[in-house]
Protein backbone atom coordinates (compact mmCIF):
# COMPACT_ATOMS: atom_id res chain seq x y z
CA UNK A 1 0.00 0.00 0.00
CA UNK A 2 1.58 3.23 -0.93
CA UNK A 3 1.09 5.98 1.41
CA UNK A 4 3.22 8.51 0.07
CA UNK A 5 1.47 12.32 0.24
CA UNK A 6 4.41 13.53 -2.37
CA UNK A 7 6.61 12.21 -5.00
CA UNK A 8 10.02 13.49 -6.31
CA UNK A 9 8.75 11.69 -9.75
CA UNK A 10 5.79 9.46 -10.94
CA UNK A 11 6.46 6.94 -14.16
CA UNK A 12 3.48 6.22 -16.18
CA UNK A 13 4.05 2.62 -17.60
CA UNK A 14 6.22 -0.34 -16.56
CA UNK A 15 7.77 -0.73 -19.65
CA UNK A 16 11.70 -0.84 -20.29
CA UNK A 17 12.14 2.88 -20.28
CA UNK A 18 9.81 3.67 -17.02
CA UNK A 19 11.38 0.79 -15.05
CA UNK A 20 15.22 1.65 -15.95
CA UNK A 21 14.23 5.18 -14.91
CA UNK A 22 12.83 4.05 -11.89
CA UNK A 23 16.09 1.90 -11.10
CA UNK A 24 17.99 4.95 -11.40
CA UNK A 25 15.29 7.05 -9.50
CA UNK A 26 15.97 4.30 -6.70
CA UNK A 27 20.13 4.45 -6.64
CA UNK A 28 19.62 8.38 -6.41
CA UNK A 29 17.27 8.32 -3.36
CA UNK A 30 14.54 10.10 -5.03
CA UNK A 31 11.14 8.93 -3.72
CA UNK A 32 9.29 7.41 -6.61
CA UNK A 33 6.28 5.52 -7.93
CA UNK A 34 5.39 3.09 -11.44
CA UNK A 35 1.89 3.34 -12.23
CA UNK A 36 1.79 -0.01 -14.67
CA UNK A 37 -1.75 -0.95 -16.37
CA UNK A 38 -0.89 -4.84 -16.48
CA UNK A 39 -1.16 -7.20 -13.82
CA UNK A 40 2.44 -7.01 -13.97
CA UNK A 41 5.09 -4.77 -15.41
CA UNK A 42 7.89 -5.89 -18.42
CA UNK A 43 4.61 -7.92 -20.57
CA UNK A 44 6.07 -6.39 -23.77
CA UNK A 45 9.97 -6.32 -22.47
CA UNK A 46 9.46 -10.08 -22.27
CA UNK A 47 8.54 -11.17 -26.00
CA UNK A 48 11.14 -9.25 -27.53
CA UNK A 49 13.45 -10.96 -29.36
CA UNK A 50 11.33 -13.70 -29.34
CA UNK A 51 11.91 -14.26 -25.96
CA UNK A 52 15.74 -13.71 -25.85
CA UNK A 53 15.98 -9.99 -25.42
CA UNK A 54 18.50 -8.41 -28.23
CA UNK A 55 18.77 -5.49 -25.63
CA UNK A 56 21.70 -3.01 -27.91
CA UNK A 57 24.04 -3.86 -30.75
CA UNK A 58 27.93 -3.14 -30.33
CA UNK A 59 29.35 -1.23 -32.92
CA UNK A 60 30.99 2.93 -33.51
CA UNK A 61 27.93 5.27 -32.42
CA UNK A 62 27.54 7.02 -35.74
CA UNK A 63 26.93 3.34 -37.52
CA UNK A 64 24.53 2.58 -34.11
CA UNK A 65 22.90 5.76 -34.43
CA UNK A 66 21.79 5.44 -38.39
CA UNK A 67 19.58 2.94 -37.60
CA UNK A 68 17.00 5.53 -35.89
CA UNK A 69 16.37 6.83 -39.67
CA UNK A 70 15.41 10.74 -39.66
CA UNK A 71 15.81 10.68 -35.69
CA UNK A 72 19.15 9.99 -35.28
CA UNK A 73 20.43 13.12 -33.60
CA UNK A 74 17.82 13.28 -31.24
CA UNK A 75 18.27 9.86 -30.10
CA UNK A 76 21.89 9.96 -29.89
CA UNK A 77 21.83 12.73 -26.99
CA UNK A 78 20.51 10.32 -24.98
CA UNK A 79 22.22 7.49 -26.37
CA UNK A 80 25.03 9.40 -25.63
CA UNK A 81 24.60 9.60 -22.78
CA UNK A 82 23.84 6.39 -21.73
CA UNK A 83 25.64 4.64 -24.75
CA UNK A 84 25.46 0.45 -25.76
CA UNK A 85 29.01 -0.10 -23.31
CA UNK A 86 27.04 1.56 -20.41
CA UNK A 87 24.04 -0.81 -20.70
CA UNK A 88 25.81 -3.41 -21.10
CA UNK A 89 27.67 -2.98 -18.16
CA UNK A 90 24.74 -1.43 -15.94
CA UNK A 91 23.24 -5.18 -16.43
CA UNK A 92 26.31 -7.00 -15.73
CA UNK A 93 26.52 -5.39 -12.39
CA UNK A 94 23.35 -6.35 -11.69
CA UNK A 95 24.67 -10.17 -12.14
CA UNK A 96 22.88 -10.32 -15.69
CA UNK A 97 25.46 -12.02 -17.98
CA UNK A 98 26.09 -10.54 -21.36
CA UNK A 99 26.56 -12.19 -24.94
CA UNK A 100 28.13 -10.46 -27.73
CA UNK A 101 27.12 -12.42 -31.23
CA UNK A 102 29.48 -12.24 -34.65
CA UNK A 103 27.11 -9.50 -35.38
CA UNK A 104 27.26 -7.50 -32.96
CA UNK A 105 23.85 -8.46 -31.50
CA UNK A 106 23.96 -8.19 -27.72
CA UNK A 107 21.78 -10.59 -24.99
CA UNK A 108 21.65 -11.95 -21.51
CA UNK A 109 23.68 -15.41 -22.27
CA UNK A 110 20.89 -17.35 -20.80
CA UNK A 111 18.76 -15.92 -24.24
CA UNK A 112 15.80 -15.37 -21.32
CA UNK A 113 14.30 -11.92 -21.66
CA UNK A 114 12.91 -12.19 -18.12
CA UNK A 115 16.83 -12.10 -16.93
CA UNK A 116 16.66 -8.72 -17.81
CA UNK A 117 13.64 -7.85 -16.21
CA UNK A 118 14.50 -9.29 -12.87
CA UNK A 119 17.56 -7.53 -12.77
CA UNK A 120 15.12 -3.99 -13.47
CA UNK A 121 12.74 -5.00 -10.40
CA UNK A 122 15.73 -6.39 -8.43
CA UNK A 123 17.52 -2.61 -8.52
CA UNK A 124 14.11 -0.94 -7.71
CA UNK A 125 13.89 -1.27 -3.89
CA UNK A 126 11.13 -2.59 -1.93
CA UNK A 127 9.30 -3.52 -5.54
CA UNK A 128 6.01 -3.68 -3.50
CA UNK A 129 6.25 -0.35 -2.61
CA UNK A 130 7.50 1.22 -5.90
CA UNK A 131 5.19 -0.70 -8.65
CA UNK A 132 1.41 -0.40 -8.72
CA UNK A 133 0.10 -3.36 -11.30
CA UNK A 134 -3.83 -2.82 -12.44
CA UNK A 135 -3.45 1.05 -13.01
CA UNK A 136 -4.83 2.94 -15.81
CA UNK A 137 -4.24 6.45 -15.72
CA UNK A 138 -6.83 8.77 -17.12
CA UNK A 139 -5.69 11.89 -16.57
CA UNK A 140 -2.73 14.34 -15.52
CA UNK A 141 -3.76 17.85 -13.84
CA UNK A 142 -0.59 20.55 -13.49
CA UNK A 143 -1.10 22.53 -10.57
CA UNK A 144 1.09 25.05 -9.28
CA UNK A 145 4.24 23.30 -8.56
CA UNK A 146 3.05 19.54 -9.03
CA UNK A 147 1.43 17.64 -10.88
CA UNK A 148 -1.96 15.21 -9.93
CA UNK A 149 -2.07 11.87 -11.81
CA UNK A 150 -5.72 10.22 -11.41
CA UNK A 151 -7.14 7.02 -12.49
CA UNK A 152 -10.53 5.70 -11.47
CA UNK A 153 -10.14 5.23 -8.54
CA UNK A 154 -7.46 7.16 -6.77
CA UNK A 155 -5.03 9.50 -7.15
CA UNK A 156 -1.18 10.73 -6.34
CA UNK A 157 0.80 14.08 -6.32
CA UNK A 158 4.40 14.61 -7.41
CA UNK A 159 6.54 17.09 -8.43
CA UNK A 160 7.67 15.63 -11.76
CA UNK A 161 5.88 13.21 -14.14
CA UNK A 162 7.33 10.36 -16.53
CA UNK A 163 5.01 9.13 -19.73
CA UNK A 164 6.63 5.95 -20.50
CA UNK A 165 3.63 4.04 -21.71
CA UNK A 166 4.85 2.57 -25.13
CA UNK A 167 3.49 3.25 -28.65
CA UNK A 168 0.38 0.69 -29.76
CA UNK A 169 2.51 -2.42 -31.06
CA UNK A 170 1.27 -5.37 -29.33
CA UNK A 171 -1.71 -4.12 -27.83
CA UNK A 172 -3.00 -7.84 -26.83
CA UNK A 173 0.40 -6.76 -24.19
CA UNK A 174 -1.27 -3.05 -22.87
CA UNK A 175 0.41 -0.70 -25.33
CA UNK A 176 -2.39 0.64 -27.25
CA UNK A 177 -1.22 4.56 -27.46
CA UNK A 178 -2.06 5.38 -23.84
CA UNK A 179 0.57 7.94 -23.68
CA UNK A 180 -0.31 10.15 -26.57
CA UNK A 181 -3.38 10.95 -25.47
CA UNK A 182 -2.03 12.03 -22.18
CA UNK A 183 0.93 14.10 -23.84
CA UNK A 184 -1.53 15.56 -26.01
CA UNK A 185 -4.14 16.59 -23.16
CA UNK A 186 -0.85 18.03 -21.93
CA UNK A 187 -0.56 20.66 -24.96
CA UNK A 188 2.09 17.99 -26.88
CA UNK A 189 1.75 17.76 -30.38
CA UNK A 190 1.35 13.69 -31.63
CA UNK A 191 2.96 12.91 -35.10
CA UNK A 192 0.56 10.38 -36.56
CA UNK A 193 1.71 7.08 -35.75
CA UNK A 194 2.00 3.80 -37.92
CA UNK A 195 3.09 0.20 -37.57
CA UNK A 196 6.83 -0.18 -37.65
CA UNK A 197 9.54 -3.25 -37.86
CA UNK A 198 6.42 -5.10 -39.69
CA UNK A 199 6.24 -7.49 -42.15
CA UNK A 200 4.07 -6.84 -45.58
CA UNK A 201 1.34 -8.73 -47.20
CA UNK A 202 1.11 -8.63 -51.22
CA UNK A 203 -0.98 -8.68 -53.66
CA UNK A 204 -1.51 -11.05 -56.14
CA UNK A 205 1.19 -13.52 -54.55
CA UNK A 206 3.10 -14.87 -57.28
CA UNK A 207 5.18 -16.30 -54.30
CA UNK A 208 2.82 -18.22 -53.06
CA UNK A 209 4.02 -21.60 -51.45
CA UNK A 210 7.54 -20.50 -50.73
CA UNK A 211 7.20 -19.91 -47.14
CA UNK A 212 10.48 -19.76 -45.22
CA UNK A 213 13.01 -19.20 -48.30
CA UNK A 214 15.41 -16.40 -46.77
CA UNK A 215 18.27 -14.73 -48.98
CA UNK A 216 20.76 -12.76 -47.74
CA UNK A 217 21.71 -9.01 -48.13
CA UNK A 218 19.49 -8.51 -51.29
CA UNK A 219 17.99 -5.19 -53.24
CA UNK A 220 14.90 -3.70 -52.69
CA UNK A 221 13.31 -0.45 -54.41
CA UNK A 222 10.27 1.34 -53.64
CA UNK A 223 8.02 2.50 -56.67
CA UNK A 224 5.28 5.22 -56.08
CA UNK A 225 3.35 5.90 -58.49
CA UNK A 226 5.47 4.72 -61.06
CA UNK A 227 8.18 6.81 -59.62
CA UNK A 228 11.35 5.06 -57.27
CA UNK A 229 10.73 6.41 -54.01
CA UNK A 230 13.34 4.37 -52.05
CA UNK A 231 16.62 2.11 -52.15
CA UNK A 232 17.26 -0.37 -49.64
CA UNK A 233 19.52 -3.81 -48.68
CA UNK A 234 19.09 -6.25 -45.96
CA UNK A 235 17.93 -9.80 -45.52
CA UNK A 236 14.68 -10.76 -47.16
CA UNK A 237 12.22 -13.55 -46.11
CA UNK A 238 9.45 -15.24 -47.64
CA UNK A 239 5.89 -15.29 -45.75
CA UNK A 240 3.24 -17.38 -46.37
CA UNK A 241 1.26 -14.22 -47.38
CA UNK A 242 3.97 -11.99 -48.53
CA UNK A 243 7.46 -10.98 -47.85
CA UNK A 244 9.55 -9.86 -44.19
CA UNK A 245 13.18 -9.77 -43.27
CA UNK A 246 15.07 -7.22 -41.83
CA UNK A 247 15.36 -5.48 -45.47
CA UNK A 248 11.61 -5.22 -44.91
CA UNK A 249 10.95 -4.97 -41.56
CA UNK A 250 13.39 -2.14 -40.95
CA UNK A 251 12.02 -0.02 -44.08
CA UNK A 252 8.43 -1.00 -43.65
CA UNK A 253 7.52 2.69 -42.21
CA UNK A 254 8.29 4.20 -45.55
CA UNK A 255 5.62 1.79 -47.55
CA UNK A 256 1.83 2.17 -48.68
CA UNK A 257 -0.53 0.19 -49.80
CA UNK A 258 -0.56 0.15 -53.61
CA UNK A 259 3.45 0.67 -53.84
CA UNK A 260 5.42 -2.04 -55.55
CA UNK A 261 8.48 -2.81 -54.73
CA UNK A 262 10.93 -4.78 -57.22
CA UNK A 263 13.55 -7.48 -55.53
CA UNK A 264 17.12 -7.37 -57.31
CA UNK A 265 17.65 -11.17 -56.77
CA UNK A 266 21.31 -11.42 -58.19
CA UNK A 267 24.29 -10.70 -57.33
CA UNK A 268 24.51 -7.39 -60.15
CA UNK A 269 24.04 -3.34 -58.97
CA UNK A 270 21.36 -3.26 -62.02
CA UNK A 271 19.64 -5.09 -64.95
CA UNK A 272 22.11 -4.30 -67.71
CA UNK A 273 24.67 -5.34 -65.39
CA UNK A 274 23.07 -8.64 -64.82
CA UNK A 275 22.12 -8.89 -68.94
CA UNK A 276 26.04 -8.92 -69.80
CA UNK A 277 26.55 -11.39 -67.08
CA UNK A 278 23.28 -13.99 -68.01
CA UNK A 279 24.83 -13.65 -71.61
CA UNK A 280 27.48 -15.06 -71.21
CA UNK A 281 26.47 -17.64 -69.16
CA UNK A 282 24.69 -18.75 -71.46
CA UNK A 283 27.29 -18.52 -73.92
CA UNK A 284 29.45 -20.72 -72.41
CA UNK A 285 27.05 -23.22 -70.87
CA UNK A 286 24.99 -24.29 -74.34
CA UNK A 287 24.18 -27.91 -72.97
CA UNK A 288 23.81 -26.77 -69.07
CA UNK A 289 20.11 -26.39 -67.82
CA UNK A 290 19.39 -22.94 -67.32
CA UNK A 291 18.17 -23.13 -63.86
CA UNK A 292 21.41 -24.53 -63.16
CA UNK A 293 23.17 -21.13 -64.11
CA UNK A 294 20.44 -19.08 -62.52
CA UNK A 295 21.44 -21.07 -59.21
CA UNK A 296 25.33 -19.66 -59.82
CA UNK A 297 23.51 -16.56 -58.19
CA UNK A 298 22.41 -18.45 -54.72
CA UNK A 299 18.70 -18.51 -55.34
CA UNK A 300 17.32 -21.54 -53.29
CA UNK A 301 15.63 -24.31 -55.99
CA UNK A 302 12.30 -23.63 -55.42
CA UNK A 303 12.57 -20.05 -55.96
CA UNK A 304 14.33 -20.56 -59.11
CA UNK A 305 11.63 -22.95 -60.52
CA UNK A 306 9.05 -20.32 -59.69
CA UNK A 307 10.92 -18.01 -61.51
CA UNK A 308 11.66 -19.77 -64.37
CA UNK A 309 7.38 -20.76 -64.58
CA UNK A 310 7.05 -16.76 -64.09
CA UNK A 311 9.27 -16.62 -67.41
CA UNK A 312 7.45 -19.36 -69.54
CA UNK A 313 10.55 -21.30 -68.86
CA UNK A 314 10.65 -24.88 -68.75
CA UNK A 315 12.70 -26.40 -65.94
CA UNK A 316 14.22 -28.57 -68.71
CA UNK A 317 15.51 -26.23 -70.79
CA UNK A 318 18.91 -25.45 -71.95
CA UNK A 319 21.13 -22.60 -72.08
CA UNK A 320 21.39 -23.19 -76.04
CA UNK A 321 17.47 -22.95 -76.71
CA UNK A 322 16.86 -19.65 -74.83
CA UNK A 323 15.16 -17.14 -77.07
CA UNK A 324 15.88 -13.87 -76.62
CA UNK A 325 11.97 -13.08 -75.18
CA UNK A 326 12.55 -15.66 -72.30
CA UNK A 327 16.14 -14.17 -71.40
CA UNK A 328 14.15 -10.90 -71.01
CA UNK A 329 11.69 -12.71 -69.22
CA UNK A 330 14.15 -14.32 -66.63
CA UNK A 331 16.46 -11.04 -66.12
CA UNK A 332 13.14 -9.10 -65.35
CA UNK A 333 12.23 -11.78 -62.72
CA UNK A 334 15.58 -12.41 -61.19
CA UNK A 335 16.85 -8.36 -61.19
CA UNK A 336 13.10 -6.39 -60.66
CA UNK A 337 10.47 -8.76 -59.21
CA UNK A 338 7.86 -7.07 -58.77
CA UNK A 339 5.40 -7.12 -55.85
CA UNK A 340 2.65 -4.82 -54.92
CA UNK A 341 2.00 -3.87 -51.63
CA UNK A 342 -1.45 -5.20 -50.36
CA UNK A 343 -1.03 -3.68 -46.82
CA UNK A 344 1.62 -3.35 -44.34
CA UNK A 345 0.53 -5.04 -41.26
CA UNK A 346 -0.96 -4.20 -38.26
CA UNK A 347 -0.17 -3.15 -34.97
CA UNK A 348 -0.90 -6.62 -33.63
CA UNK A 349 2.20 -7.84 -35.45
CA UNK A 350 4.26 -4.83 -35.69
CA UNK A 351 6.88 -4.91 -33.22
CA UNK A 352 7.60 -1.07 -33.21
CA UNK A 353 5.40 2.13 -33.68
CA UNK A 354 6.67 4.87 -35.89
CA UNK A 355 5.00 8.46 -34.54
CA UNK A 356 4.20 9.48 -31.38
CA UNK A 357 5.34 12.46 -29.03
CA UNK A 358 6.78 15.23 -31.20
CA UNK A 359 10.73 15.32 -30.37
CA UNK A 360 11.02 19.07 -31.68
CA UNK A 361 8.93 19.42 -28.25
CA UNK A 362 11.05 17.39 -25.85
CA UNK A 363 14.91 18.18 -24.81
CA UNK A 364 16.95 14.92 -26.27
CA UNK A 365 19.65 15.28 -23.33
CA UNK A 366 17.01 15.15 -20.57
CA UNK A 367 13.75 14.07 -22.25
CA UNK A 368 12.35 16.75 -20.37
CA UNK A 369 9.18 18.76 -21.98
CA UNK A 370 9.88 22.05 -23.60
CA UNK A 371 6.13 23.28 -23.27
CA UNK A 372 5.68 22.02 -19.23
CA UNK A 373 8.57 21.64 -15.98
CA UNK A 374 8.47 18.53 -14.46
CA UNK A 375 6.99 16.59 -17.30
CA UNK A 376 9.53 13.78 -19.07
CA UNK A 377 9.15 11.36 -22.03
CA UNK A 378 10.71 8.01 -22.51
CA UNK A 379 10.78 5.00 -24.96
CA UNK A 380 8.42 4.20 -27.59
CA UNK A 381 6.10 6.97 -26.75
CA UNK A 382 8.32 9.31 -28.50
CA UNK A 383 8.55 9.44 -32.08
CA UNK A 384 11.72 7.77 -32.68
CA UNK A 385 11.53 4.21 -33.81
CA UNK A 386 14.73 2.29 -34.73
CA UNK A 387 15.44 -0.29 -36.86
CA UNK A 388 15.67 -4.54 -36.06
CA UNK A 389 18.39 -5.36 -33.70
CA UNK A 390 18.30 -4.18 -30.26
CA UNK A 391 17.84 -0.12 -31.23
CA UNK A 392 14.54 0.34 -30.01
CA UNK A 393 15.02 -1.29 -26.37
CA UNK A 394 18.45 0.69 -26.23
CA UNK A 395 17.05 4.11 -26.87
CA UNK A 396 14.10 2.99 -24.11
CA UNK A 397 17.03 2.20 -21.23
CA UNK A 398 18.93 5.47 -22.61
CA UNK A 399 16.17 7.75 -22.09
CA UNK A 400 14.94 6.46 -19.12
CA UNK A 401 18.20 6.89 -17.75
CA UNK A 402 18.96 9.93 -18.72
CA UNK A 403 15.43 11.40 -17.70
CA UNK A 404 16.12 10.33 -14.07
CA UNK A 405 19.42 11.83 -14.06
CA UNK A 406 17.21 15.04 -14.78
CA UNK A 407 14.64 14.70 -12.64
CA UNK A 408 17.56 14.07 -9.65
CA UNK A 409 18.92 17.24 -10.97
CA UNK A 410 16.03 19.06 -10.77
CA UNK A 411 15.06 17.67 -7.15
CA UNK A 412 18.40 18.68 -5.84
CA UNK A 413 18.34 21.77 -6.83
CA UNK A 414 15.06 22.71 -5.00
CA UNK A 415 16.08 21.40 -2.15
CA UNK A 416 12.93 18.94 -1.81
Known sequence: MVSKKMFDLIIIGGGPGGLMAAAEASKYGLSFLVLEKNDRPGKKLLVTGGGQCNLTHVQPIKDFLSHYHEKAKFAGKAIRLFPPNDLIKWFQDQGVQMEVTEQGKVFPKSRKASDILMALIKRIHSKDEHILCGVTV????????????????ESWNAYNIMIATGGRSYPSLGTTGDGYQLAERMGHRIVETQPALAAVEINDFILDGLAGISLEN????LWRDGKKSGEYKGDFLITHDGISGPVILNHARYFKTNDVLTVNLTKCSHQEAYQKHLQQLVNLSGKKAVRSIIKQE????RLIDRLLE?????????CGNLT??????????????????????????AM????????????GTSMSSCLIEGLYFAGEVLDVD???????????????????????????????
Open 386 to 416: GMTGGYNLQFAFSSGFAAAADVYKQVKCRGV
Open 138 to 153: NSIVKKADFFQVISAN
Open 218 to 221: ISIT
Open 352 to 363: ATAGGVATEEVV
Open 324 to 349: RDQRKEIIKYLTALPLEIKQVKGYET
Open 310 to 318: LSGITPSLI
Open 298 to 301: GVPQ
